[in-house]
């Protein structure tokens, strides 16, 4: 009887290059990746004709360092106008207080907070606020795309601090921003 002294012909099986085409396919994706990571921009070095560029969308983080803006009865009674005009002043102080562009910076989130009387219930207020959505939205482009929540309340915290909304009719609109640029160090547990 023949020795084979450990050495035996294995069987050669569908699964031994099972694992070869795994580690390929891997391979390839791997390169088709890479290669659509690289963005060109500028002159190509050679023939001093432009390139084709490739633009990016900014990638924006959201602040949790909200701001309110109140919106009294005064303003809300006078319409879409003065409403659009007390919100984008807020906003654009707001932006420029934190040393950011308006090319940075835009509204990510913002809450309507409808205020209530002594003789109703916080659901009034919300009620109230829900209903004022549609024209807060359309009074500028600022709010276009950002998603609008309410809620009712006499007074609220707003970046730590108390902010009181007042009675019904009156409004404040709690604004988060969204923010294109270094990654922000923000307290976010106030």
Known sequence: MPSHFGFRRRRSSGEDGAGWIYADLF?????????????????ALSS??????????PTFQLSCAEFGIKLPNQIMERGRAAIGKAIESGIAAEIKDRGWSEEQAKPGLVILAGGFSSSEQPGEGDQRA???????RSS???????????????????????VGVGGAGSYVLIVYLVYSGEKLEENCEK
């Open 48 to 57: 001093g004709t432009p390139a084709v560029t490739t633009t990016t969308q």
């Open 27 to 43: 391979l390839a994706l791997t390169v088709v990746g890479l290669g659509s990571a690289i963005i060109t921009s500028g002159i």
């Open 140 to 162: 500028t482009p600022l709010l276009n795309g950002v998603e609008v929540r309410t809620i009712g309340a006499t007074s609220l915290r707003v970046d730590g601090e108390r």
């Open 130 to 136: 829900q209903g004022k959505v549609p024209s807060v």
